[in-house]
């Protein structure tokens, strides 16, 4: 049986250290962790923070993007907020420190994100997202690594700014209705996530996006039992990607089975140097 490849998710171990923000169960991380040694499931899984790189490199096998992600922005640079600014140095000095003390997690990591910016879903002050996503940015330059990119309401900006770097870049779960051009002139990667069915932007993105460029994920259960309505377990999630990837094969006129092996050949092509 070939492995299916989620190429962005969140695995909750709040069974163990406490981390993890929305979901309620404890198993999940073991959950996963049998999946993925067992090679039913591959993951690029997200680590936001250096506890949570550590728990989830237990794991046999995962491929783990890392990077502070913009919801965090204003927790990032707290310290500096505290002390009104430091007088000795800029926010933007502040937080190239703060991210360099963080370089050994970036090098580790199979990819840098996921990054970026967010004006929808979270109230974090925008300057600061931009200064953190820029430096990160350049992190992903140094390193030269590929990036995993958050784009809600902020896509024409980031559109923009990406043109400053030359990265292999993957937007993931794009939304949007418009401004996807310049993200594909950019040669960029996309995930199809859960709500394919139902969200115009996504079906669109479908359509638009070469077989070449095209990957699915998860984004997580929480994200999934949003998107279904229900309550999902681990076990489900290799079937919940198989159907998304059914889909694209649908709309490209292709069997599920050619559209498996793109998205995989997608997938490594993504994380290779
Ligand atoms: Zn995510």
């Known amino acids: 049986m070939k492995v299916i490849l989620d190429s962005h998710t969140h695995i909750d171990n709040k069974g163990s250290l406490g981390i993890g923000i929305d979901h309620e169960s ?3 991380f073991l ?15 997200n680590a936001a923070c250096a506890s949570e ?4 490199s237990q794991i046999k096998g995962i491929f783990i993007s890392f990077g502070i992600h913009p919801w965090n922005a204003d927790e990032f640079c707290e310290e500096n907020n505290q002390k009104g600014g430091s007088r000795e140095q800029t926010i933007e000095q502040y937080i190239h420190t703060k991210v360099q003390e963080l370089k050994d997690y970036y090098r580790k990591a199979h990819a840098i994100g996921e990054i970026g910016m967010d004006s ?3 109230a974090c002050d925008l300057t600061l997202q931009k200064l953190l996503f820029r430096e990160q940015l ?4 140094e390193l030269q690594k590929p990036i995993v990119l958050h784009t809600k309401g902020q896509e024409k900006e980031i559109a ?3 043109k400053d770097y030359s990265l292999k870049k993957l937007v993931h ?3 949007c209705e418009e401004h996807l051009k310049s993200f594909i002139d950019q040669d960029c990667y996309f995930t199809v996530g859960p709500d394919h069915g139902f969200n115009p932007a996504v079906k669109k993105l479908i359509h638009a996006v070469p077989l070449n460029r095209l990957l699915v994920e998860t984004d997580g259960i929480s994200a999934v039992e949003w998107a279904t309505g229900r309550k999902v377990n681990a076990s489900e999630i290799p079937t919940i990607l198989k159907e998304t990837i059914q889909a694209i094969a649908a709309v490209k006129g292709v069997s599920p089975e050619t559209a498996e092996i793109r998205l995989e050949e997608n997938f490594y092509r993504y994380l290779s140097v």
């Open 26 to 28: 404890p198993l999940e």
């Open 31 to 45: 959950d996963f962790k049998s999946l993925i040694e067992e090679k039913q499931l591959g993951v690029l899984a």
């Open 53 to 56: 790189y550590e728990e989830l």
């Open 120 to 122: 929808v879903w979270c």
């Open 138 to 141: 350049s992190m992903a330059v």
């Open 160 to 162: 923009d700014i990406l």
């Open 173 to 175: 779960w794009y939304s």
